[in-house]
Each structure stands twice: as C-alpha cells, then as structure tokens.
C-alpha cells in the first residue's frame, strides 16, 4: 500500500477507463476544478445512493464550472448498465489496472468484514484545484449530505 496523498499534493494523472472504453485522465480536466469520488462497487445500496446524489446535482456542478468523475475498480460495462439503470448523468471511471490511481492515493486498501480480510476502496472524495493539486479530502465518507456538502466547498474554492 503506498503512502497517502494528502492536500497540495499532485493528484496522480493515471489514465482508467471510461465506460465507453475511452481513456480520462485528471489531465484532462485542466484548468477546471475537479471532484473525484471514488466508491466501492457499483449497484450497491450505498454507491447506488452517492452516484444517484452526485448526477442529481450534476447540472449545479458544471453551472458552477466543476468537473464530476465517479471512479470505482468496477470493469467500463459495468459502469454503463450502472449508469443506465439508475439514470446517472455523473461521469463514471474504471480504476481496473493494478497501480492505478486508487493504488497512487492509498485508498485501495485492507478492510475487513465478518472476520475475513479484503482489498477494497475506501469511500474518499478528492477536491482537485484548477492546476491538479489536491484541494480537499474527504475520507471514510457518510454517503447522506455528502453530495451537497462537496458542491458548497468546491464552489467556495
């Protein structure tokens, strides 16, 4: 596990998939402000919930010039019968390939449940500023008001 990136740290431009088999990078949203939340599994209660929150203020996030990427280790058809179930108008990534970007940040991590050790991404949201530099981490995130309180820091960025 490598060491935890923290604020003013370079978000780490690795490149994952898009659910269309296209690549994004962080770089790409240069010169933007960019939210980055990185979620378990996709179709779950909780990430069901957190991308459902995240595409409901969507329109918010771009109207304020705020770039939105969910990002978990699920495969691209994965992300796009996700995101066509559940009407997600969020972007969604692909973070697939060992020593990708949740490798970077530290949060592709040990958990435990029922006594069984697993890797697993932890629930984090990243606040990247207009140059790649991390504004804002929010770890372990409670998925209830997460969405909005992510919208009112980064337009206060």
Not at 19 to 37: C, E, I, N, Y
Not at 60 to 73: P, R
Not at 103 to 117: F, N, P, V
Request: with cysteine; proline share 4%; aromatic share 8%.
């Amino acid at each position: 596990m490598s060491e935890r990136l923290g604020v003013g740290d370079a978000f780490p431009d690795i490149a994952m998939t898009a659910p269309d088999g296209g690549v994004v990078k962080v770089s790409d949203f240069a010169g933007k402000k960019l939210v980055v939340f990185f979620y378990p599994k996709d179709d779950t209660p909780g990430c069901t919930t957190e991308n459902k929150d995240f595409s409901a203020l969507y329109a918010d996030f771009s109207a304020a010039d705020i770039a939105v990427l969910g990002v978990s280790k699920d495969p691209p058809k994965k992300h796009l019968k996700f995101a066509e179930k559940h009407g997600l108008t969020a972007p969604l990534a692909s973070d697939a390939e060992e020593g990708g970007v949740s490798d970077a940040l530290g949060i592709w991590t040990e958990k435990s449940m029922y006594g069984r050790t697993y890797m697993g991404m932890e629930r984090t949201t990243y606040l990247v500023d207009k140059n790649g530099k991390i504004a804002q981490i929010w770890n372990k995130v409670k998925v209830k008001g997460h969405a909005d309180e992510v919208l009112l820091t980064a337009k206060a960025l």
